[in-house]
C-alpha cells in the first residue's frame, strides 16, 4: 500500500521558535498534500491543501503567516509552523493523494506532536 | 457542505464482542473511507469504500449510496481494536470531509 512518512513524531520547541515538520510519499507521486490539525479528543480539522509547484490553499480562519506551507516535490511537502505559541501546540498530520488517479484514497503520515514551552 | 455524522460516539465492548458503527452522511456518496486512528495518533486506513461490501479479516464495510450510510462492522473484537473510529468523505471541493469519530473500548 501507499506510504506516507511524516517527520518528526513529536517536538518541543520554545516560544517564538519556528517548526518545520516534513511529509513525504514515498513510493507514489502525491499530486495534492493536505495538513491537519487535531485537538485532543476531536475530529481532523483540515488547515491546508497543497499542490505541487503551487501556493497552498488555506482553509478559512487559518493563518497564512504562521502556517507556511511548501510543497516543493511530488514527493515532499513541508509545514513550518513560525514564531510558535503554546495555542499552537497540537497533532498534525499530513495526508497525501494522486489526484491523477480519481478514485484513489488518502493517505496519511504518522503525525507530528507539537509542543510549545 | 457535506455533514458526517458517525454513531454511536463511544462504544464499550468487552472482548470477543461484535459491533457496528455507522457514518451518514449529507449528499451523495464520494469515495468514502474508513479509518483507525490507534492511541499513537497514526491514522490506519481500514476500508476505501464508495460502494458496496468489502471484508477484511474481521472487520467488514457496507456502504448504500442510495440511502447515504456506511457501515463498519468488527466482529470477535480485541483489545487492540481500540481507539477511534473515523469515517471520512471526498466532498465536491476535493476535500475530505470527516466525522467526529467513535471512541471504541474493548475491555479484555
Known amino acids: 500500500g501507499a506510504v506516507v512518512s511524516q517527520h518528526p513524531s513529536w517536538v518541543i520547541c520554545k516560544s517564538g521558535t519556528s517548526v518545520k515538520i516534513e511529509c513525504r510519499s514515498l513510493?507514489?507521486?502525491?499530486?495534492?498534500m493536505f495538513w491537519y490539525r487535531q485537538f485532543p479528543k476531536q475530529s481532523l480539522m483540515l488547515m491546508a491543501t497543497?499542490?505541487?509547484?503551487?501556493?497552498?490553499?488555506?482553509e478559512q480562519g487559518v493563518e497564512k503567516d504562521k502556517f507556511l506551507i511548501n510543497h516543493a516535490s511530488l514527493t515532499l511537502s513541508t509545514l513550518t509552523v513560525t514564531s510558535a505559541h503554546p495555542e499552537d501546540s497540537s497533532f498534525y498530520i499530513c495526508?497525501?493523494?494522486?489526484?491523477?488517479?480519481?478514485?484513489?484514497?488518502?493517505?496519511f503520515g504518522q503525525g507530528t506532536r507539537l509542543t510549545v514551552v | 457542505g457535506i455533514q458526517v455524522e458517525q454513531s454511536p460516539p463511544d462504544l464499550i465492548l468487552q472482548e470477543g464482542a461484535n459491533s457496528t458503527l455507522r457514518c451518514n452522511f449529507s449528499?451523495?456518496?464520494?469515495?468514502l473511507q474508513w479509518f483507525h486512528q490507534n492511541p499513537w495518533g497514526q491514522l490506519i486506513n481500514l476500508f476505501y469504500?464508495?460502494?458496496g461490501t468489502k471484508q477484511n479479516g474481521r472487520l467488514s464495510a457496507t456502504t448504500v449510496a442510495t440511502e447515504r450510510y456506511s457501515s463498519l462492522y468488527i466482529s470477535s473484537s480485541q483489545t487492540t481494536d481500540s481507539g477511534v473510529y473515523f469515517c471520512?468523505?471526498?466532498?465536491?471541493?476535493?476535500?475530505?470531509?470527516f466525522g467526529k469519530g467513535t471512541k471504541l473500548t474493548v475491555n479484555p
Open positions: 495526508s497525501a493523494r494522486d489526484l491523477n488517479r480519481w478514485d484513489t484514497e488518502a493517505f
Open positions: 513510493d507514489f507521486q502525491a499530486t495534492t
Open positions: 497543497s499542490n505541487e509547484g503551487s501556493k497552498a490553499t488555506y
Open positions: 449528499d451523495s456518496v464520494n469515495n
Open positions: 469504500i464508495p460502494s
Open positions: 471520512a468523505m471526498w466532498g465536491g471541493s476535493e476535500k475530505l470531509v
